[in-house]
């Protein structure tokens, strides 16, 4: 079965930015979405087909995919963005996510 | 405005059945494939099955293959997870999706599924 792999916690300071990869065999052939959850809550989409953002999600937000792996970047992090997040891919008719990334803005 | 609201969960004990639901509206139901994930609090989202828009196929993760039935009913837009042969290990909240490869999941609040004696 196919596979994602996230590490399982990045920091950065408030302002900067925090970039989270996921990796995954020939990856950039198919379509990465990225999930941000907070305690307690549903996860919610922040990125979709790679790069894009739903309506509501900040600029900061972004990601790419090429080769075998995915990235979700954040730009001028902030402490509302701390939270785990997770890749998604789909493969196979299965829905396949990485093992999450909590984010510590500190 | 897609809404996903989850019903049924509860405490069950291991080599229970359980049923839970999920009520959807605000799109068209029955031209999307749903899906079921699961999360043990604390831990990370597992897919656990799949369902076309017509319900006539299934596809589930081997945890949960051979104990749990997922259908539709796409006259009142609902979903059923029909769990037979609960374990301790499947204790975790559960949230119904609306899959709209390439567009992304959304999300039900996710309801709380305990099996313990």
């Known amino acids: 079965s196919y596979e994602l792999t996230q590490p399982p916690s990045v920091s950065v300071s408030p302002g900067q930015t925090a970039t989270i990869t996921c990796s995954g065999d020939?990856?950039?052939?198919?379509?990465v979405c990225w999930y941000q959850q907070r305690p307690g809550h549903s996860p919610v989409l922040v990125i979709y087909q790679d790069n894009k953002r739903p309506s509501g999600i900040p600029e900061r937000f972004s990601g790419s995919n090429s080769g075998n792996t995915a990235t979700l970047i954040i730009s001028g992090t902030q402490a509302m963005d701390e939270a785990d997040y997770y890749c998604?891919?789909?493969?196979?008719?299965?829905?396949?996510f990485g093992g999450g990334t909590k984010l510590t803005v500190l | 405005e897609v809404r996903l609201l989850e019903s049924g969960g509860g405490l069950v004990q291991p080599g229970g059945s359980l049923r839970v639901s999920c009520e959807a509206s605000g799109f068209t139901f029955r031209n999307f494939v749903m899906t079921w994930v699961r999360q043990v609090p604390g831990k990370g989202l597992e897919w656990i099955s799949g369902i076309s828009g017509s319900g006539e196929t299934t596809y589930y993760a081997d945890s949960v293959k051979g104990r749990f039935t997922f259908s539709r009913d796409n006259s009142k837009n609902i979903l059923f997870l029909q769990m037979n042969s609960l374990r301790v290990e499947d204790t975790a909240i559960y949230y119904c999706?609306?899959?709209?490869?390439?567009?992304?999941?959304?999300w039900g609040q996710g309801i709380m599924v305990t099996v313990s004696s």
């Open positions: 999706a609306k899959d709209s490869d390439p567009y992304g999941l959304s």
């Open positions: 020939k990856l950039g052939d198919k379509y």
């Open positions: 998604q891919t789909w493969d196979s008719n299965t829905v396949v």
